[in-house]
């Protein structure tokens, strides 16, 4: 039990579908983080959430749209994708954006574009 | 450019010894510094970390050395178990953000 629930765990969708991710945390914690991972690269920060405010978009296009309606929950919107889009998904929450606390990480979800 | 380095990929080690995990970063405004466990199908688990103001963490088998100098920590496991698998993410913050490395996938073998 990670704290951090990603759902879902695969997703396979073509490039002219539109599907959401959803990471939901009951830690208790104000800042919620997406990241990228592909193959053989590190991890890459696309979003930063505290306390619901969208406080980092590291040039992630367009075409990834997060909302975040409450601390404890965290949307990725995903529509028109490209092949290079499939990789995993990773949700992370922590106490809050400036705390020295460590991240948690969901497992993730992922994500393969036809 | 990639701020934080894992230079090996893998490291194979038996069971009983020593894994040494490195890392190198090349911001030297980085102030703290995490490493991350992964197993297969799992997300990242916190491990242990430093700030920079210390050069050594301790935990239990687990032991993270800075040397800021260098640009360099390190990650020490002792004695290795085969549930040591997996593949260890070195991370740095800069500002509020978290920097990783590639990875390093340790196999610990009987």
């Known amino acids: 039990e990670t704290g951090v629930t990603q759902t879902p765990r695969h997703l396979v969708m073509g490039m002219t579908n539109k599907k959401s991710l959803k990471c939901e945390q009951h830690l208790g914690h104000n800042a919620m983080y997406w990241y990228k991972q592909s193959a053989k690269k590190p991890l890459e920060l696309m979003f930063v959430y505290n306390f619901k405010e969208q406080t980092e978009n590291n040039s992630v296009p367009s075409r990834f749209s997060p909302e975040c309606p409450n601390s404890s929950h965290l949307f990725l919107h995903l529509h028109t994708l490209q092949p290079e889009d499939s990789a995993l998904y990773l949700c992370?929450?922590?106490?809050?954006?400036?705390?020295?606390?460590?991240?948690?990480f969901g497992d993730g979800t992922r994500l393969s574009i036809l | 450019d990639q701020q934080v380095k894992q230079n090996s990929p893998s490291l194979s080690v038996q069971e009983g010894r020593i894994s040494i995990l490195n890392c190198d970063y090349t911001n030297s405004m980085f102030d703290y510094f995490l490493w991350y466990k992964k197993y297969p199908a799992e997300g990242p688990t916190f491990l242990i970390s430093i700030s920079s103001i210390k050069d050594k963490n301790e935990d239990g088998r687990f032991t993270v050395f800075l040397n800021k100098s260098a640009k360099h920590l390190s990650l020490h496991i002792v004695p290795s178990q085969p549930g040591d698998s997996a593949v260890y993410f070195c991370a740095a913050r800069g500002t509020d953000k978290l920097i990783f490395g590639t990875g390093t996938r340790l196999q610990v073998f009987p």
């Open positions: 992370a929450s922590r106490r809050d954006r400036d705390s020295n606390q460590p991240q948690h």
